[in-house]
């Protein structure tokens, strides 16, 4: 909504935000039902530093100056802040949309103007195919002016298609010269080092030294998201409590939390103390490539948050991914199994619309028997409570003696791995180049070998995992929520104190619902999961 308008030099613009260094006026007309000649304007820059720079003043000042030289007095003003040409397209940008749209709306719209070419488009042919070429079919005569160029702007002019080719050309260049940088700073260092990007949030670099680190003040609130959804809470319900809260959000220009950003902390590894970068997919898909496919430096930094909880939150994001409801009653779902069928129970909720009383049922789809959800709830919460209060403290030692076993375990099988790799490259090295099938043959070493080398990858990054866990302080804190009331926790921190403590519940139907409980041994479910897959194999 144009809302703001504004008179420099004769001209009046209106915007969708206030300008303080421009005069205040009050609206001569009305851009809908007057008659009067009208031009729209386009703006943009590419990052966020140009936000609070000069950008915007450099460009509407020559845009309102070159408005009066061509006759015209009233302008509408359209701005894709912090927003690359070169990686967003003309069409999929936000204000560059919604300004083809005014234009096509509105028949006092005869023409557009910007800054020059490269504030349009970077990739030569965008802005002209899929913007105005719409617009001109509809308005034949609308004209097209860039402050940069004498007359109108032709798209067929041999000049414009020279800067066009230009600005897309430099943006390549700058995008080079970015990536070799980055390459620079992070693969080819002794010491990795974290490019120039925008800050995680809590830390700021260091007036001492400037490729430093230090937390500041809102290390606490990523502290806090990070406890709020180890205990279960969704990043819908996290970022929906930092609102009500009026904690401050990571951007300037973001007005509120949302799920994205919660999200984006979770999953950034700096806060584990290591170092991430070319994780994701592309420039317009920030989904993160799998583990392996990026560069990643373990242990490049103190970490923030404890391997403990590090490994609870990713544990709890991956077994989310398959839409499981944290805040649903059935808090024994996916656990729950039938022992007769060996078949894990479905859930059913067959209350009427209007019942007061809940009919609400873990279900075998085997042998059709149910189960009340209320009462075997009540059976594995009564006895988690009983058990942990009791066996906590022996169960901390228990903890240790673990992860020392899992540790030889795991040294043991790099071990063997290592020793693989060596065979398979000796008989590699053995082998006669001149023999009729060599190539194929040499397809096949080096597929194994890659295959135990990624192995070895993994195998050494759990092997880290559980000297961190080892040495890490918090430990304590993870367990000690065991100690907690769990008959006071909310759905979601029942549900999350479940999965990570109870390993399976076997209901024997045809033995009056016999409930047999299996715990897990440790909290740390993944790293559980590889060494027990190990000693299956062995």
């Known amino acids: 909504m144009h809302k703001y308008c504004y008179q420099h030099n004769g001209v009046c613009f209106l915007t969708e935000e206030p300008l303080p260094n421009f005069e205040v006026a009050k609206k001569p007309w009305n851009i809908y039902r007057d008659s009067i000649k009208l ?32 006759g015209y007095n009233a302008i509408v003003i359209f701005i894709d802040k912090a ?42 042919e965008d802005y002209v195919l899929n913007i105005l070429r719409p617009i001109k079919d509809f308005k034949p005569n609308f004209k097209v002016y860039s402050t940069k160029i004498d007359g109108e702007w032709d798209e067929n002019n041999l000049q414009v298609q020279v800067r066009l080719s230009f600005a897309h050309d430099e943006s390549v260049e700058k995008s080079t010269k970015a990536y070799d940088f980055h390459n ?47 205990y279960g809470y969704s990043e819908d319900k996290i970022a929906d409590f930092l609102n009500k809260a009026k904690i401050p959000t990571p951007s300037q220009d973001a007005k509120e939390w949302w799920d994205s950003s919660i999200r984006y902390i979770l999953n950034n590894y700096w806060y584990s103390g290591d170092l991430a ?9 920030s989904k993160r490539r799998p583990e392996g ?23 709890l994001r991956e077994y989310k991914k398959n839409k499981e409801q944290m805040n649903s009653p059935f808090i024994l779902r996916n656990i729950a199994i039938c022992s007769s069928c060996n078949t894990k129970l ?80 000796y008989k590699f090295s053995m082998l006669d180049q001149s023999q009729a099938f060599f190539k194929d043959v040499k397809e096949s070493f080096e597929l194994q070998i890659r295959f135990f080398e990624k192995n ?57 619902n016999h409930i047999k409980i299996e715990y897990r041994l440790t909290p740390y479910i993944d790293l559980e999961n590889l060494v027990n897959s190990i000693n299956e194999s062995a």
């Open 83 to 124: 927003t690359s040409a070169f990686h967003v397209p003309a069409q999929k940008r936000e204000k560059m949309l919604e300004m083809k749209s005014f234009i096509l709306s509105n028949k006092n719209a005869i023409g557009t103007i910007f800054f020059d070419e490269s504030r349009q488009t970077r990739l030569i």
């Open 293 to 315: 496919e990026f560069f990643l430096e373990p242990n490049h930094h103190e970490p923030l948050i404890g391997m403990n909880l590090w490994n609870t939150t990713r544990y």
């Open 346 to 425: 479905t859930t059913k909720n067959s209350t009427p619309v209007k019942s007061k009383k809940k009919y609400m049922y873990y279900r075998c789809p085997s042998c059709k028997q149910k189960l009340n959800m209320d009462d075997l709830n009540e059976v594995i919460v009564n006895d988690l409570s009983k058990r942990w209060s009791k066996e906590l403290n022996q169960h901390l030692k228990e903890i240790e003696k673990i992860l020392m076993s899992w540790n030889k375990v795991l040294r043991k099988k790099i071990t063997e791995t290592k020793d693989s790799i060596s065979k398979l490259k």
């Open 39 to 70: 031009l729209t304007a386009y703006i943009r820059w590419s990052d966020e530093k140009q936000t609070s720079g000069h950008s915007l003043n450099t460009q509407l000042l020559e845009i309102l100056a070159r408005t009066k030289i061509e």
């Open 277 to 285: 970068w070319f994780a994701r997919t592309s420039f317009e898909n």
């Open 456 to 512: 070895n990858t993994e195998l050494n990054t759990a092997l880290e995992q559980i000297k961190a866990l080892q040495d890490d302080e918090k430990q304590i804190e993870l367990i000690d929520r065991f100690k907690q009331s769990i008959h006071e926790y909310s759905l979601e921190e029942k549900r999350y104190i479940i999965l990570l403590a109870v390993e399976s519940v076997e209901v024997d139907f045809n033995r009056k």
């Open 184 to 230: 620079i700073l992070t693969k080819n260092k002794p010491k990795p080092q974290r490019p120039p990007s925008r800050n995680p949030l809590g830390y700021s670099l260091t007036i001492e030294e400037p490729d430093k680190f230090e937390t500041n003040d809102f290390v606490f609130i990523v502290l806090l998201i990070f406890y709020l959804y180890s």
